[in-house]
């Protein structure tokens, strides 16, 4: 195996070090303790999962943390209700909302309804915009964990050639706006992408965003290329015994680490640097919500 593997986990570690002394600074010169308010609507079992974390790493950065857990059944009135409670609470700097909410509640009606100041995911159009053109706030998380990899790994992108694989509002078209901004030379791929191999074959750095297992075959990759694998995939694994499953990227790991410069493993990868972002925006939004210039190296 040729590659370098990015150890997400251990960046990750590195970055909530860096939060808990912003929260301690902004707790003891000015008098402010950053809040999170994360809601779950249902008992989709993965999201329960993912909110218990999220507020867990909260309270352990000396952070507020909030968990708002609502019934199935709940209106989508008393969800807007709540958010909107939450946009005039002092105490709260970020709200998250877990998605995907019941059908009977309008997703796009409820992320429009957070305040933008508050808007830790990067969901809302105003915090999408402000990412277009530059301004500081919020950074979608996923999207954010990745270029701090992608710094970590490579120092400058400038000039690079990305392609990224996949063009959703949540991974892919942030990843394009991040990557321009850091001066890549940016290519999207999406399922109607001709001849995909061969535009995979010409990046210096891939970020495949897909939901297939090993869909990126080895071969696609240029060798040396830094391969980020944003897919999780859950697949039946016999070898483990019956009835056992695992995680597995979008990319086939094993051929491309023999030919990538650099790879991040699923799971270990992206992944733990979700979440770590996600508090790194909410320090981001205490920051700018009390009028102070946000911490830089939650960002770089
Ligand atoms: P979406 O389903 O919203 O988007 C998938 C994208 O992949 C679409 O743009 C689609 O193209 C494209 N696509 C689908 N099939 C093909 C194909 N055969 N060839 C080329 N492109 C294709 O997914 P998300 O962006 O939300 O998530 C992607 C993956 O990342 C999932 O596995 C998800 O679980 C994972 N994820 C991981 C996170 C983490 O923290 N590590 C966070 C968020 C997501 P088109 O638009 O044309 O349909």
Redesign the pocket.
């Known amino acids: 195996m040729a590659a370098k593997i990015i150890d997400g986990k251990l960046f990750a570690e590195g970055l909530r070090t860096r939060i808990a002394g912003h929260v301690a600074r902004l707790k003891s010169e000015h008098g402010i303790t950053p809040g999170l308010a994360v809601v779950i609507v249902g008992h989709d079992p993965g999201s329960q999962v993912y909110v218990a974390q999220k507020a867990k790493q909260t309270v352990e950065m000396g952070m507020h943390s909030e968990k708002y857990e609502l019934p199935e059944t709940v209106s989508e009135a008393d969800v807007l209700a709540l958010v909107e409670k939450l946009n005039a609470d002092p105490a709260i700097h970020g709200i998250l909302v877990q998605l995907p909410v019941p059908k009977h509640i309008d997703s796009l009606k409820i992320i429009q309804t957070i305040s933008p100041d508050k808007d830790v995911d990067c969901f809302t159009p105003t915090s999408v915009g402000k990412l277009v053109i530059g301004l500081p706030g919020p950074v979608s998380c996923?999207p954010l964990g990745c270029l701090m990899l992608l710094r970590d790994q490579l120092g400058s992108l400038a000039g690079l050639d990305a392609v990224i694989?996949?063009?959703?509002n949540?991974?892919?078209k942030p990843m394009a706006q991040l990557l321009l901004a850091d001066n890549c030379t940016v290519t999207m791929?999406?399922?109607?992408?001709k001849n995909?191999a061969e535009v995979v074959r010409r990046a210096d750095i891939v970020v495949a965003?897909?939901?297939?297992p090993k869909?990126i075959q080895g071969d696609w990759i240029k060798p040396g290329a830094t391969v980020i694998d944003?897919?999780?995939?859950r697949i039946d694994a016999p070898e483990r015994g019956e009835g056992k499953t695992r995680l597995v990227g979008?990319v086939d790991y094993a051929a491309a680490a023999e030919v990538a410069g650099a790879i991040t493993p699923v799971p270990g990868g992206?992944?733990p640097m979700?979440i770590a972002c996600l508090l790194a925006n909410t320090i981001t939004t205490a920051s700018l919500i009390n009028g102070l210039v946000p911490p830089s190296d939650l960002t770089a």
């Open positions: 996923t694989i996949g063009r959703s949540l991974v892919g791929a999406h399922s109607r992408t995909l965003a897909v939901g297939r869909m944003v897919g999780i995939n979008d992206v992944g979700t």
